[in-house]
């Protein structure tokens, strides 16, 4: 078998004083942080579009990856990137990895050619899977490249294109049942509007929420039982997208009866780009339940687009694996790298830097996030923060039990209202504090 990354071999743990760049310093995936190995924690995806069919091209020049498979063409192309993802998943020890329909096998003229390509494809895929570690974390379908979703797909003024959007999530939901993706995910790339001036907002909603619906039927109908996750970004390449957020998104599937049945799909750089921070959304989630799976990245704060770095932030990845933590984990999700390499790094062997810049970034994150858990470092705070609710008036207003008027009566009766600090500083202090000595 041809090797694609023949001068790199497995990527091993060597400890955090190790000088070998190809090597893991802090992830471990057989060290245990509590009852779990960080590999059953973490469960790492690879992104097959950014890793295997990203070429390097931007808005300014031409495509400028070196790959091995860059002289093949078509079918022979893609197979080609098969057998390299899996040789790449292996030697980077990724439990998970994910993809597009259209990253994976070319598009044909007619949906039957795209089809039957995709079957091609799937096909290899699934001889990869039958030998090796790595599992489908999720797969989903492409509706936003070609031209003809140019104004939307589930929410295009088009039925047409509607129908031609139901076509490919349900060969996508087909797929997903063959290669036992642990989820799948709709990430609405086109689904929002472009100005007001020409949009029906009300019948783009609600046919959005009808596909969901008949994307549900069909997979109940197949016996595909993968958690359905909806993963929210506020603009680009749409000017305004519906899944803005996760408060958004979670008002959208209470609208239409959908939120018992999906949760979210959460981008870091998605995150700054809706004015949030990373641990801002994955936290909203959480409190409803509805934190699936992570798509870890990170974004320039220079920029301000969805750059798609790999996550290097130590700090932000702390506070993220703290929310996953207190979330008891990702259950069927995981932490998928949707991240490129930038384009100067254009070398082969930069697949491997990053993504091991990547998985030991977040293993320290994991680190001291259960660190500062264990020792209850910010649970104490913010529970004595809000010791008034426990007894008093506090205690009735959390029980329900009061009213206006006696709360005014109560308000009327204070001789001075007293607040203490919040502690913003000092609390910041200590995280960095943690940072620096858990290791
Ligand atoms: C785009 C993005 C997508 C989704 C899957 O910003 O994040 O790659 O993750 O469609
Ligand atoms: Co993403």
């Known amino acids: 078998m041809m090797a694609y990354f023949e001068n790199i ?32 924690i973490l469960r790492f995806g690879v992104a097959y579009w950014h ?62 050619e795209t ?12 001889k990869h899977l039958k030998t090796s570690k790595t599992k489908l974390l999720w797969n989903t379908a492409n509706m936003f490249s070609n031209p003809r979703f140019v104004h939307g ?13 139901a076509a490919k999530v349900k060969k996508g939901l087909e797929v997903a049942k063959r290669l036992h993706a642990e989820n799948y995910v709709f990430w609405g790339g086109r689904e929002g509007y472009e100005t007001l001036l020409n949009t029906d907002m009300k019948l783009e ?81 959480r409190i409803h339940g509805m934190l699936g799976s992570v798509d870890a990245n990170q974004g320039d704060p220079l920029l301000g687009w969805d750059t798609d770095e790999f996550p290097t932030d130590l700090y932000t990845n ?16 995981g932490l998928n790298f949707d991240a490129k390499v930038r384009r100067g790094s254009f070398e082969q062997d930069d697949l491997f830097y990053a993504h091991i810049a990547g998985m030991d ?7 001291v996030a259960h660190k500062l858990l264990e020792d209850r470092v910010l649970e104490d705070f913010v529970d004595s923060r809000y010791d ?22 109560y308000a009327l009766g204070l001789k001075e209202v007293k607040n203490t600090s919040g502690r913003t500083e000092k609390l910041k202090m200590i995280i960095n504090q943690y940072v620096l000595n858990t290791l």
Request: aromatic share 14%.
């Open 205 to 285: 909603q609600d046919n959005l929420a009808r596909f969901f619906h008949m994307a549900l039927d069909y997979a109940k109908e197949i016996g595909y039982e993968g958690q359905f996750l909806i993963e929210p970004k506020p603009k680009e390449p749409t000017k305004h997208q519906y899944d803005f957020d996760v408060a958004t998104g979670i008002a959208f599937l209470r609208t239409y009866g959908l939120e018992d049945k999906f949760k979210f799909n959460i981008e870091a750089n998605h995150a700054t780009l809706a004015g949030h921070t990373f641990e801002h959304e994955l936290h909203t989630a």
């Open 153 to 165: 797909a589930a929410t295009s003024p088009n039925a047409d294109v509607y129908a031609f959007a």
């Open 115 to 126: 089809n039957r390509n995709l079957d091609i494809i799937i096909d290899e895929i699934e």
């Open 388 to 409: 008034s609710y426990n007894s008093g008036i506090g205690q009735k207003i959390i029980s329900g039990t009061t009213n206006f008027k006696e709360l005014e009566e």
């Open 361 to 367: 970034s977040f293993a320290i994150a994991l680190k």
């Open 9 to 40: 071999s497995k990527i091993k743990y060597e400890g955090p004083q190790s000088t070998n760049a190809l090597a893991f310093k802090y992830y471990n995936p057989e060290e245990k942080i509590g009852d779990r190995t960080m590999e059953e």
């Open 51 to 112: 890793t295997f069919t990203y070429d390097g091209s931007d808005p300014f020049g031409a495509g400028n990856m070196e790959r091995s498979w860059n002289h093949l063409t078509g079918l022979e192309l893609a197979k080609a990137r098969v057998a390299a993802s899996f040789e790449f998943f292996e030697k980077i020890d990724a439990p998970y990895f994910c993809f597009h329909d259209v990253d994976v096998a070319p598009e044909g003229k007619t949906l039957e």
């Open 318 to 333: 702390t506070l993220a694996m703290y929310e996953i933590l207190k979330n008891g984990g990702l259950g069927s999700g």
